[in-house]
């Protein structure tokens, strides 16, 4: 019966995927820059009236200092079961513009690409999905599940505030059985994944600040330079093979399960050392890693990792200084059973040890790391949906990446969760941002069938 269903909503999807197509360019033509606040409030009154449009109860959530969050809630007729969506309406920035082959928010179609900041990070599946629920409607006035959203517009700046949403409707959202977050996930054309976990991050900003005026570089022998200073310390967190010699940092990291070793031979076309040359056009990888191994290392390892380094003069022509302070920034990748304030404690402490007091340490966000069995219910029913669609999907531990969603597993509500979905994209963050048409397709139609396997589970 449930395939029955389920035929009749694909037809309905093909049957009208013209006008889901132009509505989603729609969307991707409101700009919502959250590291810039350009459009946001547009776009969150955009969304809101998007899921009203679904018959859904919304609201927006306002959040102290930050972006509000749509909050929104979808009763079904039929089923006790409730799925929280988690979605975002805010995008990245989108320089450097000259890069750009189409105008970032004109959304157009070049050749079988949407071109588009968000058109897979992520606005563009969240259309598709609110689509499939069109679609689910359209075909049985009813939806499978109970279905509450959290569409946050701040995902961009570290979801800074979400915290005050989940504290805020924690009651409410206990109604859930899961978290579900709907990306097109082949990565690489034709390999769908689907994301069990992810890794925590924390973001700091090291500083050291010795002089109170940029210098004349002749008192160089005589004086202290943060910028070397800043390096020194940078250079003791890590040996010359890359490996962090923090003191402690690796007591709490969980090793893979018995379950994710299984996992990990089948990531190497997509995790090993060609699949990530094929993504990123990067080669250069650590010695003696390969195979099993290097996916193991990619996915269950914590990092530290160096964003940018600001000192001194860096334009054109020369001014021969010792800058007054030098600032690097950092993030540190956790991996299950690290939090974040222990890391911070244990690189404040290395730097105390080591005779780094001088060095500031100040914390920019940042969220545990968390994981779902592939057990779960919630994992299962991703699992089905694809393979109801003619895939085989690639069940992924855990992302070396890292997401605010996590913070829907931490206490009160403790929610499993799964990324999940059809289609192709790539580029998220850089120019040319792209969804394929055919994968905006297809991505509806994997929301659609994830919805009533979950009824089912």
Same mark, same amino acid.
């Given at each position: 019966m449930t395939q029955d269903v389920l035929q009749q909503?694909?037809?309905?999807?093909d049957q009208h995927f013209d006008e889901h197509l132009a509505a989603t360019q729609r969307y991707l033509r409101q700009p919502s820059i959250s590291p810039q606040n350009v459009g946001i409030q547009e776009c969150a009154d955009l969304t809101a009236d998007l899921l009203r449009g679904l018959g859904a109860e919304v609201r927006l959530v306002p959040l102290e200092g930050g972006h509000p969050v749509v909050y929104g809630h979808l009763a079904s007729k039929q089923s006790a079961r409730t799925v929280l969506y988690y979605g975002m309406y805010d995008v990245m920035p989108v320089e450097p513009l000259a890069a750009w082959e189409s105008p970032p928010f004109e959304a157009r179609i070049v050749g079988d690409r949407i071109i588009a900041r968000g058109a897979l990070n992520s606005k563009g599946p969240l259309m598709a999905f609110i689509h499939a629920v069109q679609s689910i409607q359209a075909v049985t006035d009813d939806v499978p599940v109970d279905l509450l959203f959290a569409i946050e517009g701040e995902e961009e700046l570290a979801s800074e505030h979400l915290p005050q949403f989940i504290e805020g409707q924690a009651d409410e959202l206990q109604a859930a059985d899961a978290m579900y977050c709907h990306l097109p996930s082949e990565f690489v054309s034709g390999r769908p994944q689907?994301?069990?976990?992810c890794k925590g991050v924390a973001v700091v900003e090291l500083k050291v600040e010795s002089l109170p005026t940029d210098a004349h570089s002749m008192v160089a022998p005589v004086v202290n330079s943060p910028v070397w200073r800043l390096i020194s310390a940078l250079n003791s967190m890590r040996d010359e093979d890359g490996r962090i010699v923090i003191d402690g940092f690796h007591e709490n990291a969980q090793p893979p399960s018995e379950d994710d070793e299984e996992l990990l031979p089948d990531l190497i076309d997509t995790y090993g050392p060609e699949g990530l040359e094929t993504l990123y056009g990067v080669s250069g990888f650590r010695k003696g890693l390969d195979g099993v191994d290097f996916v193991r290392e990619l996915i269950f390892a914590p990092s530290l990792n160096i964003n940018g380094f600001l000192a001194g003069y860096t334009? *054109? $022509?020369?001014?021969?200084?010792?800058?007054?302070?030098?600032?690097c920034k950092v993030d540190i990748r956790l991996v299950p059973e690290m939090t974040v304030q222990d890391a911070l404690d244990k690189?404040?402490?290395?730097?105390?040890?080591?005779?780094?007091?001088?060095?500031?340490?100040?914390?920019?966000g940042g969220y545990s790391p968390a994981k779902t069995s592939v057990s779960e219910a919630v994992a299962q029913a991703a699992i089905r949906a694809i393979q109801g669609l003619g895939a085989e999907p690639t069940v992924v531990p855990m992302i070396p990446s890292s997401g605010p969603f996590v913070m829907f597993s931490d206490p009160p509500l403790s929610l499993p969760w799964v990324i999940s979905g059809l289609g192709h994209g790539w580029?998220?963050?850089a120019p040319n941002e792209y969804l394929e048409? *055919? $994968?905006?397709?297809?991505?509806e139609k994997s929301a659609a069938a994830f919805l009533y396997e979950f009824a089912r589970a």
């Open positions: 909503v694909y037809a309905y999807i689907i994301f069990l976990g334009g *054109e $022509g020369v001014k021969t200084i010792v800058p007054a302070s030098a600032t690189v404040r402490a290395h730097l105390n040890h080591r005779g780094y007091e001088d060095v500031e340490l100040r914390f920019a580029l998220m963050h048409v *055919e $994968g905006l397709r297809a991505c």
